[in-house]
């Protein structure tokens, strides 16, 4: 795709269009939100094709976009937003990727990092210990069918009638943490097998607990809102749907295809998909949705672990410790939204993989603590490196259907990361600059070292030029557990 | 290339793999899996069982994704893994095969969650057959 390079323009600060003539197949323009850098780096890696092969697909409202944190992925690149038409558009279960409603939950609290830190060695032992991380432990419930039936309906209002934990939590998360789903048939035998035996559990890979320190506050008032006080601590959870959205995806991927790839001219089949009204499209939308409220209560279980857990360390209730939910943001996923498109509002389904939802102040579906000054938009950096807390823009909204970025995006593979780090001690590193890890998997760190990702500075950089959010706080991390 | 190696994407591994025929292109598919799991050294104990596997779809690049999900299933849910295969028949759009099961004895290398279609396209140069999977990871 490097015959792309010189295609692109730059028409504001990291923004860079190729427009539709670059390719024949193109049916609508594309969008890369990124520094010059991380713009050579995704023509070097292949995802640009991605992002080109995703504008060719019918019915595309707007441009292919992609966010500042874009790498190569499989079929859809990660980073990547498009939006259909809600009515007579299309879905695709390569534009949310396998783990369906991978994301992030950040609480807030009143400690202070100093007081944190006497208690940090015991709490990263605990977390490691209670809480399944990993590949070979399972989970912290084993639910009965009709349990786990429930779980898949009510998302988080389920964990919490039955697990406890906060029922006000619910305006922190993403719709309420609970999508409908009312049709368990949908659901395939092995998918719900998977599900039931990993709910409440990290998983491996990228997915982390953290304990962070507010260290920069960029926009105090917004700061305030979102409850961040700085040198206090804050608790991040990446995780998503386990093997439950895993294997919900792939079915799905086998069925639209059985139905639909004959009919379909694809440059990558992993883009197969459905009308979004046919019978197999409005499946999918359902066991998506239970793939989300699964993971929705996967984190909320998690967190209630993790404030039990620093409830014990620092002797103090959740009141005391002002421990909150401060917002839970899915980053694969697709959803209905109403956006403006040339003026006028639309009913869109936006397919974010790999990339935050981020509406600006005033709009109707935030928390109303949030309108004033947008939603919160987490972008963990990579393990070592700080995280970054920003809020939505009304540009984003005007540019990316109200989109942003969502990590740091990987730069080495697993491979290359391990071999940079064949004779380095990880944990000791990261012990050295203050920051505690634990894991059960020493291939697992040297796996997500920070070198293995871009630099979070240039992500955010180019988020905040591009305007698509904006600054609010920086959190260092404390502690570390890795899936 | 051997009959079957590793490969890295920037977030994602893969298996490369080839055969002569259909039986030995998916048995190599399992072997490859086997050596991005658990490396090159790990010999399974027996023991684990058998499943039978059978599949028919729109071609080898559908087969080989239900095969090795299925392979993917047995080690994330069941503790499982394919120390061998036997097909009954191996095809273009089918396959019919026993999977001989052994326990896992440690924890593979990485979770695998599916694998993908992504750029998959089994091709055939000199009678040759060959393919590459893409790995969510």
């Known amino acids: 795709m490097n015959y792309l390079a010189g295609r692109f323009e730059e028409i504001a600060p990291c923004r860079w269009r190729l427009g539709r003539d670059a390719d024949r197949a193109m049916a609508a323009d594309a969008e890369v939100f990124a520094t010059r850098d991380i713009l050579q780096q995704a023509l070097a890696d292949d ?14 409202v707007g441009r292919s976009l992609a966010m500042p944190d874009i ?18 558009g299309i879905v695709l279960p390569g534009g949310v990727g396998y783990d369906i409603n991978c994301g992030v939950r950040l609480l807030s609290s009143s400690i202070p990092a100093a007081d944190f830190a006497a208690a940090a060695e015991g709490v990263g032992h605990a977390i490691l210990q209670r809480i399944p991380t990993g590949l070979t432990q399972r989970s912290l419930y084993r639910l009965g069918r009709k349990e ?38 949908i659901i395939s035998p092995k998918a719900c097998q998977r ?27 917004a700061a305030r809102l979102f409850g961040l006080q700085p040198d206090h601590v804050v608790v991040m959870i990446h995780t998503g749907s386990r093997g439950f959205g895993h294997q919900v995806a792939s079915d799905y991927i086998e069925t639209f295809r059985k139905r639909n790839l004959g009919r379909q001219k694809l440059r990558d089949p992993q883009l197969v998909h459905a009308a979004v009204g046919s019978a197999e499209g409005r499946n999918y939308l359902q066991a998506l949705n239970a793939a989300s409220n699964f993971a929705w209560a996967n984190r909320q279980l998690l967190q209630e672990e993790v404030v039990d857990i620093l409830e014990k360390a620092l002797s103090m209730g959740r009141e005391r410790l002002g421990l909150r939910l401060l917002y839970d943001q899915a980053h694969n996923i697709a959803k209905f939204e109403t956006h403006e498109v040339e003026g006028r509002k639309v009913e869109l389904l936006v397919h974010r993989k790999g990339a935050t939802r981020a509406f600006p102040p005033g709009h109707p579906d935030l928390a109303s603590p949030y309108r004033a000054v947008g939603q919160p938009v987490i972008i963990p950096g990579s393990m070592g490196s700080s995280s970054y807390v920003l809020r939505g823009t009304a540009r984003a909204a005007a540019l990316t259907f109200a989109s942003s970025a969502h990590g740091a995006g990987r730069r080495l593979s697993r491979h290359q990361a391990v071999k940079a780090a064949a004779r380095e001690d990880v944990s000791q590193r990261l012990r050295n600059k203050g920051i505690l890890v634990f894991s059960l998997s020493s291939q697992g760190l040297k796996e997500e070292i920070p070198e293995a990702y871009k630099d979070i500075d240039d992500v955010v950089t180019a988020t905040v030029a591009a305007g698509i959010s904006e600054r609010v706080a920086r959190l260092r991390p404390l502690l570390v557990v890795k899936g | 290339m ?22 030995e292109l998916y048995g190599n598919a399992l072997r490859g899996l086997n050596l991005l799991l658990f490396g090159r050294n790990s010999r399974p104990p027996a023991g684990g069982g058998s499943r039978r596997f059978r599949f028919r779809g729109d071609g080898p690049e559908n087969v080989l994704v239900n095969l090795l999900s299925e392979a993917l299933f047995l080690v994330y849910h069941e503790g499982k893994r394919v120390a061998a295969s036997e097909f009954r028949h191996a095809g273009r759009n089918s396959v019919d095969a026993r999977l001989l099961l052994a326990p896992l004895t440690r924890a593979p290398a990485m979770e695998v969650k599916s694998a993908t279609y992504h750029d998959l396209r089994v091709e055939q140069r000199g009678g040759i057959l060959s393919a590459a999977v893409v790995l969510d990871i």
């Open chain 1, 195 to 221: 599900g039931s035996s990993q709910l409440g559990s990290l998983g491996s890979g990228n997915h982390f607990i953290e304990v962070q320190a507010v260290e920069e506050v960029f926009d105090a008032p």
């Open chain 1, 71 to 88: 790498h190569h992925g499989y079929g859809f690149c990660i980073g990547g937003v498009a939006a259909f038409p809600a009515a007579d």
């Open chain 1, 148 to 185: 786990f039936q429930r779980v898949l309906a009510g998302g988080v209002g389920e964990i919490v009638r039955n697990f406890g934990g906060d029922a006000g939590d619910r305006e922190f998360i993403e719709s309420g943490g609970c999508l409908p789903f009312d049709s368990p048939a």
């Open chain 2, 2 to 23: 051997g009959r079957y190696e590793i490969f890295a994407t920037t977030a994602d591994a893969g298996i490369r793999f080839q055969g002569r025929d259909f039986a």
């Open chain 1, 47 to 60: 995802s640009i094709a991605q992002v080109v092969n995703v504008a060719c697909l019918p019915g595309l």
